[in-house]
């Protein structure tokens, strides 16, 4: 069982879905930013003619001095998450996850980018693998939210 004193907010899945839409945005930014860190490597490797996976790369790509302003910004829109209260578990995959207390007991509701709502939730000790639909009859819900 986890400290709810650890967390800033817990949600209901309501308040969950009801913050999506200001979410969303900021992770096709991480998605965005993701691909521009990718492109850097890439084309940092390719003038230099080292392999990506080269020791050398990541001097060379510090020294070329944009790699760093776009860890900046990934660090500035997870934090921008953060700040709702929520949490960045995946961020390449677009994965937030939302405390929530059930049976006295904090759980995560679990979003991924493509769909739609909050449609799943799992322990906390059993992070993504551990899923499990909403529609589970041991499923948090509105009325098991303890204060």
């Not at 980018?113 to 819900?141: C, K, M, N, Q």
């Amino acid at each position: 069982m986890s400290d709810a004193g650890t967390f800033t907010k817990l949600f209901t899945v309501d308040e969950a879905n009801t913050l999506l839409p200001g979410i969303r945005p900021v992770v096709e930014a991480l998605f965005e930013t993701f691909r521009e860190i990718r492109g850097e490597i890439q084309q940092a490797a390719n003038e230099a003619g080292i392999a990506v996976g080269s020791p050398e790369l990541t001097r060379l790509l510090e020294s070329r001095g944009r790699a760093p302003r776009l860890f900046e910004r990934v660090k500035g829109l997870i934090e921008r998450i953060h700040a709702t209260g929520c949490l960045v578990n995946g961020p390449e995959a677009g994965l937030i996850d939302f405390p929530c207390l059930y049976n006295n007991e904090i759980v995560f509701l679990c979003w991924k980018y493509d769909e739609a709502r909050v449609g799943h939730w799992h322990r906390i000790p059993d992070g993504f693998a551990g899923r499990r639909p909403l529609l589970d009859d041991s499923a948090p819900t509105e009325g098991d939210r303890v204060h």
